[in-house]
């Protein structure tokens, strides 16, 4: 057996085990849902050993928290910086784990040089369609074959189901969904392509997602499905949340949960989804586990997560994946939103990087469905 078969077959063999290692996420999972995280630059580059281990041990999926993002990727006109999304391509391909694409089309974020020129007059729709297009076929070009879905367009719907008054909306018009569409599948026919967004149990909001997803088919446009952030609260309601999978079943829609997490803290002024907007200035009484958290707390965040994956089993026939919103509570965004400098609990691995309670649940779970 010559050196390349028998690294081949050393490959093979590892991605094998991975899998089969039922006492992990990826191997539990698998054949049901791939489970996933987003991953940072640190961990996409320089993770430490233990880090390194748990990312390609426990998910069989990555995507970019950041770096595949248009603020990142294009930071000028003409200029381009893909060193970190690439890196992260390569280093899904050698752990065998699918890469997902987050995201295209977003208001929040932009690059700061998007939807007005440097004397600072608006882009006309023209324009727009042109540098949205441009920046679809580059990106989604690039990674041709080696992103298994991409998040379209992102958070473009309000919760009352009204269109987001997002300057791509503003300036091109309602068809912005159709050619950005249209221009991802151009760049990759074989891709996945999603419609993202939070908050996706208000009624309202599912069915808006739903009815511009016939839309968008009905005009020849590849939509694979609906991505449910899942920044879920101990207030989401599950009841509606699970109704919104169904109905995405029901549409013919794939269901991806892209962006899960579950924050123990309290919300300053009710519930904001993930609306990155908003924004509070720090308040001590508001950051009840700065030193640790409670048994009890953690006792409830393990039964909130039994609950949603109880949801997932029920309906793995329709979600093809989960994906953790970070991989430690360490790395999780919020620590830092709504609210800045607390310390949140919201992920599946604390900050030593050990599996939470809930996590031999979810296994456990797994072998049993
Ligand atoms: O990389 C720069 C660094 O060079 C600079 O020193 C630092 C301070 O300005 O900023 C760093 O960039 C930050 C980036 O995260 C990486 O840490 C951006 O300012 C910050 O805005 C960005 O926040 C991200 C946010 O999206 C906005 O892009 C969060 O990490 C990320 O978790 C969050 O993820 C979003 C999803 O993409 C869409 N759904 C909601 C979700 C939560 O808001």
Redesign the pocket.
């Known amino acids: 057996m010559n050196k390349l078969t028998s690294a081949l077959c050393c490959v093979t063999l590892s991605t094998l085990s991975l899998s089969a290692q039922t006492n992990t996420l990826r191997g539990a999972f698998a054949g049901k849902f791939s489970i996933g995280a987003a991953v940072?630059v640190t961990q996409v580059h320089s993770p430490s050993p233990a880090m390194e281990k748990l990312i390609r041990t426990q998910f069989d999926c990555l995507v970019a928290?950041?770096c595949m993002?248009g603020e990142v990727i294009s930071p000028a006109e003409g200029q381009w910086n893909f060193r970190d999304a690439d890196r992260l391509v390569e280093l899904c391909q050698k752990n065998k784990q699918d890469c997902y694409g987050?995201?295209l089309v977003w208001h929040?974020?932009p690059p700061t040089w998007f939807f007005h020129h440097s004397d600072g007059t608006r882009w006309t729709r023209d324009e727009a369609i042109h540098y949205m297009r441009n920046h679809i076929q580059n990106v989604v070009g690039r990674y041709k074959g080696r992103i298994k879905a991409w998040d379209v367009v992102?958070?473009a719907l309000n919760d009352n189901g009204t269109l987001r008054l997002t300057p791509w909306l503003e300036i091109i018009g309602e068809d912005y969904f159709e050619i950005a569409f249209k221009a991802a599948h151009a760049a990759d026919p074989e891709a996945q392509l999603f419609y993202n967004d939070?908050s996706m149990h208000l009624p309202a909001k599912r069915d808006a997602a739903i009815q511009l997803v016939k839309r968008l088919r009905a005009k020849g446009c590849r939509v694979d499905g609906v991505g449910m952030?899942s920044?879920v609260s101990f207030d989401t309601d599950l009841v509606e949340y699970e109704k919104t999978i169904q109905a995405l079943a029901d549409a013919g829609c794939k269901v991806m949960i892209t962006?899960l997490d579950l924050s123990v803290l309290p919300w300053p002024e009710g519930n904001q989804g993930?609306n990155?907007d908003a924004n509070f200035a720090y308040q001590e009484s508001l950051n009840p586990f700065k030193n640790g958290i409670s048994k009890d707390m953690q006792r409830k965040q393990d039964a909130f997560y039994e609950r949603l994956f109880d949801i997932y089993l029920r309906h793995a026939d329709a979600i093809t994946r989960v994906n953790f919103?970070g991989v430690s509570d360490a790395d999780s965004?919020k620590n830092d939103?709504p609210m800045p400098g607390r310390t949140d609990y919201p992920l599946a691995f604390d900050r030593k990087l050990q599996p939470k309670p809930f996590v031999k649940a979810l296994i456990k779970k797994a072998k049993m469905n």
């Open positions: 940072n928290e950041n993002k987050h995201c929040s974020q992102n958070e939070f952030q920044h962006e993930a990155i919103w965004w939103w």
